[in-house]
């Protein structure tokens, strides 16, 4: 346990030194251990060598273990529109990267800073203070093209060559927390910081400047070849400066005189953006629904819920389209959370009149489903699915309308359904292992829970689920299946346990 109080210790000074996080600031990037790992080509080497390595698949492997402890934060943001529209631009970004083919998922926080990290294994976490702070899409895009960019040149991985001592001891102590959480000894809570302090890292302690001005390049080459506009980058660029300005505790030195090297950054970018044809981008209506949405999120309490729902109701008087659905959607959508039900089905109506989303219709069905109208929420539910078929947030309204109309076994049809549609999302099988529990099915209920533990990188838990289920089933059949399920699980835990044990050194 001393190496996850070292952890803790080591995220506590963190939290401390840190003066205005500007984007990039990663704390997982100083989860850094000393390694001498193959060097992709065309990519330097930028620490010296030692013994082990870390392969993609141990990245992957400690991204997951990161996340599956952090969707616990109170900070994470679970909800479905906003991770698949996040997690979409992400991929869309990526798809234009010389070696697309990267994992890439982007979450959201609960956190007013404008920040966005990147954590190991292509997991991309942005503020929902961030999405909020931008102007338009392009925007946004550019923030996440920055962190994509760190991503597909490996940057935490090459940043864990690096040799310096605190480094090595933040790794030793993740490693351990994961090796404990691995073998079902250890709590992994107990060694890790939670999101919002991966967020506010002195970006010293980030990456190298090297490595910034290389997320910058790649990250521009995709955000235009995904057809954003550029100057999205430069606008946000401004704001972080501004923002980080704004926060600098450091004595009143001036922002500039304190961060050389992001004037150095933001005037890179400016010459590139001059050298090109202007683009214009039409922001979709996604965009403007998930901003309001996180707008309305990140309201904690009821006085700020009443400010931020005023803000909204100026915004729709001033806006037009789309912009003033999307306010009148943010409008809505607090009045839910101050069961102002009146007001939100008011602010809805609003919202209908000059735009459609699936966000509407869910948020339609939910008050619906509150008013305990069940058939009204479920033929809703129906008609939002015929038209949005590719949401995910839309899926689950309907899922959730059947379960609560008590037609389990067609919740349990559509959520099997689901499952082969996104078979990499882990909520649906959480949801559809429920649906089996209630039909009295528990063997397929618990071998569905084993796939969402697999899912969320959870490998003890998932072992565990199949033993039970191993334990309940009277079928030779099943039982020999889930004795081969069992063996490889086990087989695959004591590959990555042994991948680990080589990065632990002591500190
Ligand atoms: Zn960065």
Redesign the pocket.
Known sequence: MIELTLLARWLRRLRRSSVGA?????IFSLAILPSSWAQPIGIPSMGSASSAELSPELERMLGDALMEHGRRDPTYIADPDVDQYLTHMGRTLVAHAPNGAQHIQVFAIRDPQIN?F?MPGGYIGVNSGLVVATTNESELASVIA??V??VIMR?IARGMTEQSQNRGVLVASLVGALLAALSGSGNLAMGMASFGQAAAVDRQL??SRG??QE??REGFHMLTAAGYDPRGMVQMFRSLMKSSSLNEVSGGTPFAQSHPQSIQRLSDIENRVEQMRPVHHQDSADYWFVRAKLRAMQAGDEESRRQVSSLFEADARSASGTVRSAAWYGAAYLAWQMRDTAKAQSALREARADGDSPEIDELSITLAGDAHDGAAALAMARAAWARWPESQGVALALARSLQQAGDVAAASTFLQARVRQWPQLPLMRKLLAQAYEQLGKPVEARRTMAEYYVHTGALPTAVEQLRQARNLSHDFYVQSELDAQIRDLRQRLDTERALLKQFKVQP
Do not use: M, Q
Request: aromatic share 6%.
């Open positions: 500007v984007c990039g600031g990663v966005a990147t920055h962190e960019g760190h940057h980030g990456f490595a910034e997320a910058d």
